[in-house]
């Protein structure tokens, strides 16, 4: 639906010279209607004029975009790459601007979602890494411009920082000296960096006012680096915290604790302890055996995202989970790489009965599911009626397995996303399990469409067309990781070089 004001203001943005030439007369509270209009028809020339004179003391982004009164279609989840680029040079001419004529006191550059497909005319997306650039490097050329004594505007930003940013996004958050912008990072995604260049890029961003806090993938870090991260301030503000594989591992010169006591693990707990707004926690693939009580016990706030995966839990973990205060507010749980229903299966039970009241996304992956555990399974789940999303990719389920899997998953009413494993038919006979990406590729295709098909109409036949089903092979689609795979492989190279090199020098002093 588009009001006849939106309509007016699509037919004024459509010709940019005759926008620019009644601009000056345009009321300052059809601005954000203006930019909308611009932004849905790609009119980088018109959004670029629009910040240059923005009249009101705000800008910000995602509400901008979001539906409205006007105009109810959401354009958050166009990252246009001509749009946002121009959206930063209109905001740097502002800044620049002589005279008493700039009002602008917050511009929010937040609220952009970042998917697969870009429904923008053009097709071309800015990610998150692109927009940190964008908005570093114009920082830091605004820094070189003569700049009169007055107040900066304040910029909000998501900040992705990799080596390959890292000088410009330390510049543009720890200025020299005053600059037309000051940049407040809300959250922080770091990659390929080391534990030093990490802690100073924390340290400039200011952890009082980061709400959420990414370390993925390349960071190489250990439980000291943890304690040290957590160390810096507090993180009063912060949300969600994500950390790399391996984060709890004792560093390297440690001695062991006596009596199997965890000093550092202990540490980090009490650290995570004192944020009050923490709710979200990720921590795949970091040993966890017999810790999880420790590390999860002291937290004061429930839990309502908690990512395990492949922690190596044991019984002891899984039963102080299925008990603890978290299990109850949990709305998204990650419990991929363990054995639960044939290692713990009544714990598993308690657990998402615990949870069923408001858990929204279960992923399963590589769990050791097969066709005999489909019983159990489908009684576990059908306690969750709030379900949304499931995900049980890397699983050894037969076709007729799924399908009674599926027939169960339409009991629960909520339900709208599943995905689901290539089924063991389509494989060699014997295949192994968990498989590597050669091992996953190799299926009969005619096979799995005609097993897919008959899983959709099992759907169908139960009137749930409103279920999407997929099986993407290697996991859902991650931006992130998408637009830095060529520093992330080049990051890669130099990280096995290096090793070869280190072990190359060993076998030399050996000799």
């Not at 958050?76 to 601007?97: I, K, N, P, S, T």
């Not at 937040?110 to 870009?118: S, W």
């Not at 000088?167 to 543009?172: D, I, L, P, S």
């Not at 060699?428 to 399990?433: N, Q, V």
């Amino acid at each position: 639906m588009q009001s006849l004001r939106f309509i007016s203001a699509v037919a004024l943005v459509s010709h940019p010279p005759g926008a620019q030439q009644s601009l000056d007369a345009v009321a300052h509270n059809l601005y954000p209607l203006l930019f909308k209009a611009s932004y849905l028809l790609e009119q980088s020339a018109v959004i670029r004029l629009l910040l240059e004179h923005w009249p009101l003391e705000e800008f910000r982004l995602g509400p901008l975009l979001g539906p409205s009164a006007d105009h109810a279609g959401d354009l958050r989840d166009r990252a246009c790459r001509a749009c946002l680029e121009a959206c930063m040079h209109g905001l740097a001419d502002h800044v620049l601007q002589g005279g008493g004529c700039r009002r602008l006191r917050v511009a929010d550059l937040t609220g952009i979602r970042d998917v697969q497909v870009q429904r923008c005319p053009c097709g071309r997306a800015l990610g998150r890494w692109g927009r940190t650039e964008l908005l570093a490097r114009t920082c830091c050329e605004l820094q070189e411009q003569p700049c009169a004594t007055r107040r900066p505007v304040e910029v909000l930003a998501d900040i992705f920082v990799t080596a390959g940013n890292f000088e410009a996004v330390a510049r543009a958050l720890g200025p020299a000296g005053p600059g037309p912008l000051r940049v407040r990072c809300l959250s922080l995604r770091a990659d390929s960096l080391d534990p030093g260049r990490l802690l100073h890029v924390l340290r400039l961003a200011g952890p009082c006012e980061l709400r959420r806090l990414e370390v993925v993938h390349n960071v190489r870090l250990h439980a000291g680096h943890v304690q040290q991260l957590l160390a810096q301030g507090g993180f009063p503000q912060l949300v969600s915290l994500t950390l790399p594989a391996k984060a709890f591992d004792a560093p390297p010169a440690s001695t062991p604790a006596p009596d199997g006591e965890e000093p550092l693990l202990a540490s980090i707990a009490w650290a995570l302890s004192r944020m009050k707004q923490l709710t979200e926690l990720h921590v795949a693939f970091s040993t966890l055996t017999g810790k999880l009580q420790t590390l999860l016990g002291p937290l004061r706030t429930p839990l309502r995202v908690l990512d395990v995966g492949n922690c190596a839990l044991n019984h002891e973990d899984m039963t102080f989970l299925a008990n603890c205060i978290h299990a109850a507010h949990l709305e998204v749980l990650d419990l991929s790489g363990h054995c639960l229903v044939d290692l713990f299966p009544a714990t598993f039970h308690r657990l998402l009965g615990q949870a069923a009241p408001t858990l929204r996304a279960l992923t399963l992956e590589e769990c050791g599911l097969e066709d005999r555990h489909v019983g159990a399974l489908s009684l576990a789940l059908g306690t969750c009626r709030r379900l949304r999303e499931l995900r049980f990719l890397g699983n050894p389920l037969s076709g007729r397995a799924l399908r009674r899997l599926f027939t169960a998953l339409c009991e629960l009413p909520w339900l709208r996303c599943v995905e689901f494993p290539v089924p063991r038919d389509c494989y060699p006979e014997g295949s192994a399990y968990p498989q590597d990406e050669l091992a996953m590729s190799k299926f009969d295709q005619q096979k799995y469409d005609a097993i897919a098909a008959d899983l959709r109409a099992v759907l169908l036949r139960a009137g749930r067309d409103d279920i999407q089903v997929s099986t993407p092979l290697f996991g859902s689609f991650d931006p992130d990781i998408q637009e830095t795979s060529n520093e992330l492989g080049a990051f890669l190279l130099q990280a096995f070089k290096t090793a070869l090199e280190n072990f190359s020098r060993v076998l030399k002093q050996m000799e």
